[in-house]
């Protein structure tokens, strides 16, 4: 019996704050980068001075033609599930079936500060997303929704209009065991990350964004999905993406900041660094080995970038 195909490369460039942003300029992005290549446009969910998620993507949808949208990923104590049920059906249709819901438990430990959100603890909002997941797919689905938990209680709701994908792609990413396990339960996508243990990106994370530390998180989904594993779309953040020809001088003066070593920077998962070619022969060699084909970069990376996508578009 023949192996199965490796899965498609699917490249997307998060974007949430470009400079000085205005409407034409916005969709000017979208439009580029659907032009270089890319499969999907995401933008991230806090409360400082970014974009609203739900206008930007929309905003986005409206200038393109093929790229996909989403959120990577909308936090979950932001919006009652019944409002982003509403909210996920109508980006779904009117851009004609782009949308992918990206949902997250929350972390950055700012947002709940400043907004005087309680951030309860993360079993607390682990334990919330997954009662939001049983709603919002309640809603999306065909027929009335109700729903009674700890956190949420729906009584008969509708959830008209349904969104055109059946079901709608739902990403859910983190970084610890209790939230890879339900996405591995739940998720058409799962995104990987580093553990935050201090609610923000520094050198606590780096230890947890190890390839052996991947290799674990992936046991954690497999586990969880159990046969539907292989129908899951593996995705990484990538937090650090550098082309350049000195690859190795490169690592050594990064990876003190990521907090590991040079050799585990340049296999961590969510960090690329070398020429395109080396670039894209690393994203080859974690394809065969996690399963990983899923790529979020930053805008930043985005025209460094354009040479790789296009080298993988066939891979």
């Given at each position: 019996?023949?192996?199965?195909?490796?899965?498609?490369?699917?490249?997307?460039?998060?974007c949430?704050?470009?400079p000085?942003?205005?409407?034409?300029?916005?969709?000017?992005l979208?439009r580029k980068?659907?032009?270089?290549?890319?499969?999907?446009?995401?933008?991230?969910?806090h409360l400082d001075?970014q974009l609203?998620?739900?206008?930007?993507?929309?905003?986005?949808?409206?200038a393109?033609?093929t790229?996909?949208?989403?959120?990577?990923?909308?936090c979950?104590?932001y919006r009652?599930?019944a409002?982003l049920a509403?909210?996920?059906a109508?980006?779904?249709i009117?851009s004609?079936?782009r949308?992918?819901?990206?949902?997250?438990a929350g972390w950055?430990?700012?947002?709940?500060?400043a907004a005087?959100?309680a951030?309860?603890?993360p079993g607390?909002r682990?334990?919330r997303?997954?009662?939001?997941?049983?709603?919002v797919?309640g809603?999306l689905?065909?027929?009335?929704?109700?729903?009674?938990?700890?956190?949420?209680?729906?009584?008969?709701?509708?959830g008209s209009p349904?969104?055109?994908?059946?079901?709608?792609?739902l990403?859910i990413?983190g970084?610890?065991?209790?939230v890879l396990?339900l996405?591995?339960?739940?998720?058409e996508?799962?995104?990987?990350?580093?553990k935050?243990?201090?609610g923000?990106?520094d050198a606590?994370a780096?230890?947890d964004a190890?390839?052996?530390?991947?290799?674990?998180k992936?046991?954690?989904?497999?586990?969880?999905a159990?046969?539907?594993?292989?129908?899951?779309?593996?995705?990484?953040?990538?937090?650090?993406?550098i082309v350049?020809?000195?690859r190795?001088?490169?690592?050594e003066?990064?990876?003190p900041?990521?907090?590991i070593?040079?050799?585990?920077?340049l296999?961590?998962?969510?960090?690329l660094?070398?020429?395109v070619?080396?670039i894209?022969?690393d994203?080859l060699?974690?394809?065969?080995?996690?399963?990983?084909?899923s790529?979020g970069?930053s805008l930043?990376?985005?025209d460094?970038?354009a040479?790789?996508v296009?080298?993988?578009?066939?891979?």
């Amino acid at each position: 019996m023949p192996a199965p195909a490796p899965p498609p490369f699917r490249f997307g460039v998060q974007c949430s704050s470009p400079p000085d942003i205005t409407a034409p300029r916005w969709q000017a992005l979208a439009r580029k980068v659907e032009d270089l290549g890319y499969y999907r446009l995401t933008v991230s969910d806090h409360l400082d001075d970014q974009l609203s998620p739900v206008a930007a993507l929309m905003s986005a949808a409206d200038a393109t033609t093929t790229l996909r949208i989403g959120a990577l990923v909308l936090c979950n104590d932001y919006r009652h599930p019944a409002v982003l049920a509403k909210e996920a059906a109508t980006l779904d249709i009117l851009s004609e079936g782009r949308f992918e819901l990206g949902l997250g438990a929350g972390w950055m430990t700012s947002d709940y500060e400043a907004a005087g959100i309680a951030m309860d603890a993360p079993g607390v909002r682990i334990a919330r997303l997954e009662e939001a997941v049983t709603v919002v797919r309640g809603l999306l689905s065909e027929g009335p929704c109700s729903f009674e938990g700890e956190h949420y209680r729906i009584r008969d709701l509708s959830g008209s209009p349904k969104p055109i994908q059946q079901p709608l792609p739902l990403l859910i990413g983190g970084g610890g065991r209790k939230v890879l396990e339900l996405a591995g339960r739940h998720a058409e996508i799962v995104g990987l990350n580093p553990k935050l243990p201090n609610g923000v990106i520094d050198a606590s994370a780096g230890p947890d964004a190890t390839a052996l530390a991947t290799d674990r998180k992936i046991g954690w989904i497999r586990a969880a999905a159990g046969s539907r594993f292989d129908q899951i779309e593996l995705h990484t953040r990538i937090h650090l993406a550098i082309v350049t020809d000195d690859r190795t001088g490169m690592a050594e003066a990064l990876a003190p900041a990521l907090g590991i070593s040079p050799a585990d920077a340049l296999e961590s998962p969510h960090a690329l660094c070398g020429s395109v070619d080396q670039i894209a022969d690393d994203l080859l060699a974690r394809r065969e080995r996690f399963g990983i084909a899923s790529i979020g970069l930053s805008l930043d990376a985005l025209d460094a970038m354009a040479p790789v996508v296009a080298k993988l578009h066939d891979a």
